[in-house]
């Protein structure tokens, strides 16, 4: 009937939230998963796995960030793909950007990759085609016109 908080040694009630935070003083060798939520202000040397995260201005990756929901003011050197992004005006991020929803980008983020909308459900196929081959496709010729003689009335 009722539920039972449980209480950290000094007497505060631990968080439940599903919310975690890395601080400024902290560094992380490796990948990072969680089903929760992330506030990064530290670094982390590997690749992220979470449902939400916050990159703060003084936060970094470097690595790879698979993430249900992203906001991102600090550094990243690696890949995103994600289903809703926000970029903000202190972001610098060097790698491709995957986005399913929504990508939102403030003034003065600098971006150095690749933007790409991808779908959950679609395959490439033989529709998809790429800048590159749109770039070198050489002008398309007309056909020949070949004047065709009538014949003389009798």
Do not use: C, W
């Not at 610098?92 to 690749?114: C, M, P, W």
């Not at 749109?134 to 020949?144: F, G, T």
């Amino acid at each position: 009937m009722f539920k039972s908080l449980k209480i950290s040694e000094q007497g505060q009630p631990l968080n439940h939230s599903g919310r975690s935070y890395i601080g400024e003083t902290m560094q992380i060798e490796g990948d990072l998963r969680s089903s929760g939520s992330v506030d990064l202000a530290g670094l982390i040397n590997g690749n992220v796995y979470v449902e939400e995260m916050i990159l703060t201005e003084t936060g970094s990756i470097r690595g790879s960030l698979e993430v249900g929901k992203v906001e991102i003011n600090g550094h990243l050197d690696g890949r995103i793909k994600a289903d809703t992004i926000v970029i903000g005006k202190t972001a610098v991020i060097k790698g491709d950007i995957f986005f399913r929803n929504t990508l939102k980008t403030q003034e003065g983020a600098d971006i150095d990759g690749y933007i790409k909308r991808i779908d959950n459900g679609k395959r490439e196929t033989d529709e998809d085609i790429e800048i590159s081959e749109i770039v070198e496709r050489s002008e398309i010729k007309k056909p020949k016109v070949i004047p065709v003689h009538q014949k003389k009335a009798v």
